[in-house]
C-alpha cells in the first residue's frame, strides 16, 4: 500500500484514527501508545505529503498552543498520480541505464561493475576484482 510505504504500519494506524476525528499529537499518542516524538515525525511526514494538515488553537486556560490534526482528502488523486509518475520516470531512467550499459561480473559474484568502474582504478585499470585483489595470494 502506498501510505503504508510512506508512513510505515504505526503511521497507517495514526492515519486511520485521523480519518475518523481531529486529534492533536498527544491525544494520537495516548490512545495509540506511541511516544510522542514518533507521532510527530508520522504527522510531518503525512503534512509533507499533503495528507494532513492541522488547525492551532490556545487554550486560553493553560495558556498553551496545540496543533488538531485532521487527514486531507483534498486532491488525493493529484497526490498519488503525480507520486506513481515520479516512480514511473525512475523506474523508466534505471531500466534505460541497464539497457544501455555493459556490466562485467567477477565469476565469484563479488560484484557488477559498468566498464567505467571495471577499467577504473577500482579494480586497477585492468578488470581484475576488487574483491579478488583484496584476497591474498595462495
Known amino acids: 500500500m502506498f501510505l503504508e510505504k510512506i508512513v510505515g504500519p504505526q503511521g497507517l494506524e495514526i492515519f486511520e484514527r485521523l480519518s475518523?476525528?481531529?486529534?492533536?499529537?498527544q491525544e494520537l499518542a495516548d490512545q495509540g501508545g506511541y511516544d510522542l516524538p514518533t507521532v510527530r515525525?508520522?504527522?510531518?511526514?503525512?503534512?509533507?505529503?499533503?495528507?494532513a494538515s492541522y488547525e492551532l488553537e490556545h487554550d486560553k486556560e493553560s495558556k498553551r498552543w496545540s496543533y488538531r490534526w485532521?487527514?486531507?482528502?483534498?486532491?488525493?488523486?493529484r497526490r498519488v498520480a503525480?507520486?506513481?509518475r515520479?516512480?514511473?520516470?525512475?523506474l523508466e531512467q534505471w531500466l534505460d541505464k541497464e539497457r544501455n550499459s555493459v556490466y562485467y561480473?567477477?565469476?565469484?559474484?563479488?560484484?557488477r561493475y559498468t566498464f567505467e568502474m571495471a577499467s577504473?582504478?577500482?579494480?586497477g585499470s585492468a578488470f581484475v576484482c576488487p574483491?579478488?585483489?583484496?584476497?591474498p595470494a595462495l
Do not use: S, W
Not at 475518523?20 to 499529537?25: H, P
Not at 574483491?131 to 584476497?135: D, H, Y
Open 20 to 25: 475518523r476525528d481531529e486529534l492533536t499529537d
Open 41 to 51: 515525525k508520522i504527522l510531518l511526514t503525512l503534512y509533507e505529503h499533503r495528507m
Open 70 to 77: 485532521r487527514v486531507d482528502f483534498a486532491d488525493a488523486d
Open 82 to 84: 503525480e507520486d506513481a
Open 86 to 90: 515520479k516512480l514511473i520516470r525512475t
Open 105 to 111: 561480473t567477477c565469476d565469484n559474484r563479488c560484484g
Open 120 to 123: 577504473g582504478p577500482d579494480c
Open 131 to 135: 574483491g579478488l585483489r583484496a584476497q
